[in-house]
């Protein structure tokens, strides 16, 4: 039996892809209809306003299938781990973001670590998939995020606009992180078996 936020999401992503695929204005319209049900409730679920909720849906265009997320797991030599405190949520996590169109996934983490610390790194390998579905950590969607290890070729250590700091650090000093990166940080460790 379907909870009420698989329910939801059914609904939204029957309602975009027929606002998609519509060919007459009949459809459309109770395509809209669908789509600010779901809107509404997913605010009540998420604490999200509902016009912004209505709109990042109206502006999917396609076939509706998950976000895509990329995060890129550097260990230091003595078993540190890169870390970012991010600017949105002053949390700590490990530097990633979307993915983007026109790149594979490890450009796309190759991109946002660069981005957020200023370190260029090669990619060594996936990890593991987090799925985050809809109502998880106030998200009104699906989204899978790849987790990456990633190893530094070049570059010094800087923050940028999306964090306040960024460094090497034992994660088991860290009490504040932002959404499921404690988790991806603890199977990054098991995975590469490092003792922090």
């Keep these: 039996m379907k909870n009420i936020v698989e329910l939801l999401d059914e609904i939204r992503s029957i309602a975009q892809n027929g606002l998609c695929y519509a060919d007459n204005e009949y459809d459309r319209i ?3 209809v669908l789509l600010q049900i779901a809107s509404g409730e997913y605010s009540n679920i998420c604490g999200i306003d509902e016009k912004i909720i209505l709109e990042r849906f109206k502006n999917e265009l396609g076939y509706i299938t998950p976000k895509v997320g990329v995060n890129g797991v550097v260990f230091s030599e003595d078993g540190k781990i890169l870390l970012e405190r991010r600017a949105d949520d002053n949390q700590w996590g490990i530097p990633g973001g979307w993915a983007e169109v026109g790149e594979s996934p490890e450009q796309s983490v190759q991109r946002e670590i660069y981005e957020e610390t200023g370190l260029k790194v090669k990619v060594k390998g996936i990890i593991d998939i987090f799925t985050r579905l809809p109502g998880q950590y106030g998200q009104p969607h699906t989204t899978y995020h790849i987790l990456f290890h990633c190893e530094v070729i070049e570059g010094d250590l800087k923050s940028s ?6 460094g090497f650090y034992n994660y088991k000093n860290i009490t504040e992180w932002h959404k499921d990166h404690l988790k ?3 199977k990054a460790c098991e995975y590469l078996r490092v003792k922090a």
Aim: aromatic residues 16%; without cysteine.
């Design 30 to 32: 109770r395509y809209e």
């Design 161 to 166: 606009f999306e964090s306040s700091e960024v």
């Design 184 to 186: 991806m940080v603890t």
